[in-house]
């Protein structure tokens, strides 16, 4: 292997919490853990009225993390972004350009031109949605430059083969495309092996508080299941409703929202429930980054039919876990509580994830592929 010079270009970076912070973060590590490679990163700080940082690790490793003053249709707004990323491009010359979509930000790349390859990262179509129509009037201006970016790639990564297929962005460049699952380092969730000392049967679920989870479908269910406790880890925009909701309908001795956690804590959950469930409605959740978490810790899954969406990919009905219809109390219901009255099965759908986990989510398993992409694109 010849060494590389790379550049990934994200929305957020840990200690900023999501999915694809989780696994940008992993990716890098083991890059430069593990492969002949110098690797800078340059997202925004996660903060609003932050300023521009830079943290180096040694001379293989930086994060150079953009100042924010404001937000536009879930995206941050950085003054100072297109000027670090033409500084970077101009005293880091990178050898890839690694970007992750979406992100608004990472337009800057179409202005600046740079004689790098580039490799886009399709996590997610911005979906226009009538929850909200400051997104669908965005997404109609977004979506012309987004397919000038999409003609400049050299190769685009596609998360799931659902997803592509699905995928009306993706449609004119799909052979352009691979598909490479995202992928998780599980040393990262380090557990102390902690029981809650709950006797209760354990639902986890974990997310950001917003509308496409259809948390509110989960903590329905609860009032049809007996001897269950359900735990919803995450914060956001809708987390005051989601609590007041719990209260409506009485459910506060059986339904917990402690917000944002550590990530040793998160840990501990993982390792001590007995069904992981992610509720989502919409194909705004992509992949679930959080079910190869729940997956490495031999977790039996419950996921909703996601036209589309890589969830239903990642978690094999009947095999990993069991498939039921989004916005349905009832049928998540029953999936909990088929969960709680088959320990057996449970067990045995537990240990076919983390098979298929070893298999084809772990990060090192993720990083070989998408180098062998960067070797074929330089």
Known sequence: MKELKILHIGKYYP????????????????????????????????????????????????????????????????????????????????????????????????????????????????????????????????????KRLLKKAALIIATSPPYLETSPALRKFRNRCRVIPLGINPARLDATHGKTGREQFFVLSVGRFTYYKGFQYLIEAMQYVNGAFLTIVGDGVLRKEHKKYVEKLGLVDRVSLPGRISNRELANMLYSCDVFCLPSIERTEAFGLVLLEAMSFSKPLITTIIEGSGVTWVNQNNVTGVHVPPRDAIALAGAIQFFRENPDLAKSYGENGKRRFNSMFHISRVACEIWKLYEEVC
Do not use: C
């Open 15 to 146: 200690p900023a919490e999501g999915g694809i912070e989780h696994f940008l973060y992993d990716l890098v590590m083991w890059q430069v853990k593990h492969f002949p490679a110098r690797v800078g990163v340059l997202v925004h700080d996660h903060k609003k009225g932050s300023r521009d940082t830079l943290t180096r690790s040694g001379n293989d490793h930086f994060v150079y993390r953009a100042g924010v003053v404001g937000s536009l249709a879930y995206a941050p707004v950085s003054p100072s972004f297109p000027v670090a990323l033409a500084r970077i491009l101009k005293s880091y010359r990178p050898e890839v350009l690694h970007v992750h979509m979406p992100n608004l930000s990472a337009l800057w790349v179409l202005a600046l031109r740079p004689q790098v390859p580039l490799v886009l990262h399709w996590h997610s179509d911005v979906v226009p949605t009538p929850y909200d129509r400051t997104l669908r009037k965005f997404y109609t201006f977004y979506r012309i430059f987004e």
